[in-house]
């Protein structure tokens, strides 16, 4: 009796608890910065504070709020991102994107060098063979067939930014089950349902806690292979050297003793310590992998979507790329339709829909005064479709980035790759080898739509679309016979 008590007790609790989460979560659940609500909030507002679940940000929507915010007290005021728990972030806690003030300093200012337009040529024909790779593996596919097209670009961001950082080939495009591959893909497997986005939505104040007790956002397993595959890496690179340069080789060249990581005003101006290495390593992998894939997939959506721009875009590649003319760098940077059309695209489907920064001390901006402390939220998504800004906002039209057009447009409203001293920093990396792939891919293949095809495409809450982008893919000597 006294057993079966104690086991109702604890049924009982467990439903309540249970059904209070489920309550607060209700609660709560209107106030999350989906796209929809940012959305509806903005008004001709100049901010609007909104939830992500129980934490407050203020949404800015003020230009010349903004063009403080992420230039000119970038700084003095708004120089880091939203506080990260240290022990959540596990290993990441030294990467670039959560690091603070002085010491983000040193380490943004340490891993620039390798970001120059030198160093992006000498990249170049390393992104060139993957490409190549790339061509050869869709040419062996059934063209009938439709493809679920992040799949096959995602290899292609994954090899170039391995090999371009480490020396490394894992040619993940003929190996997706190679385990680099898996555990990579492993860590976006991110739901906003999973029980610690819950209770970390639900209450932010135990993302201490959770820390001390161990429990990190990342799988152990994937972050332990990776430390452990960088590790060996690096261990080779510090014995033997193959000429080539690389990201970590440059990092370790630039290394300091251990005991100079601490997070004090006082910190040399450069170099990295044995785990920031590692870490920046690890940042770069999953930066440059996910993001450049994802703006890929949306760029070949909204050419197949839109054939007259796709065409005026292979007429482009034609005339500059004659077949069996060799690319070069160069050449490729000159293309102003393609990067028109990855502007526009990137307009219409920014893949950071969301900006953010803290502010360190008490602001007045554009007559607004914002208090030590709040997380503010820059909505890049919410500018991009602004018909304040841009004329038919959801329409696909690469003309409004021609030269002409580009002169009258506010760069605070378009932000892909952030903006500032803390932007993206690997943005120029990006272009370059999202770039090189389109030119090869419509210098060979045909792209159309097809019945699997979702138009128009619809995103879910963590604008994520909710059906894979799906297009056909047929060599053109095909088409040209037809
Ligand atoms: C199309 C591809 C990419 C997009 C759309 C993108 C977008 C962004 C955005 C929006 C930010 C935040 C900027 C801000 O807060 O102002 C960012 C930061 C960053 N990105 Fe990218 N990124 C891309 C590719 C890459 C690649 C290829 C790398 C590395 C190889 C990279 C490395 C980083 C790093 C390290 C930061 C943090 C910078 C800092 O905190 O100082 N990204 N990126």
Known sequence: IAYSHTYQRSSFLLFFCTFALFLLFLSVWPRLGTANTHLKLFNEQLYELIYDGRLPILMVTDLEMIKAIMVKECYSTFTNRRETNAGLAGPFADGITVVKDERWKRIRSSLSPYFTSGRLKEIFPIAVTHADRFIKNMQKRDHEQPVKVKEVVAPYSLDVVTSSSFSVDIDSINNADDPFVTNVKKFFKFSLFSPLILILTLFPSVANLLGKMGISLFSRSSVDFFYNVLRKIKDEHNKESNGRVDFLKLM????????????TSDQPVKGLTDHEILSQSFVFILGGYETTSTTLTYLLYNLATN??????LVVEIDTNFPSDTPITYDALMKMDYLEMAINESMRLL????RLERVCKKTVELNGVTIPKDTLVGIPTYVLCHDPQLWESPD????ERFSPESKSEMNQYGFMPFGLGPRNCIGMRF????????VLKLLQNFSMETCKETQIPLELN???QPKVPITLKFIPRSCKAKE
């Open 395 to 398: 329409e696909f039209r690469p």
């Open 430 to 437: 990006a272009q370059m080898i999202m770039k090189l792939l």
């Open 252 to 263: 370790i060249q630039n290394q300091i003793p251990d005991e100079k990581f601490e997070d």
């Open 461 to 463: 809450a963590i604008f």
């Open 307 to 312: 054939p007259d721009c796709l065409e005026k």
């Open 350 to 353: 920014p893949t950071a829909p």
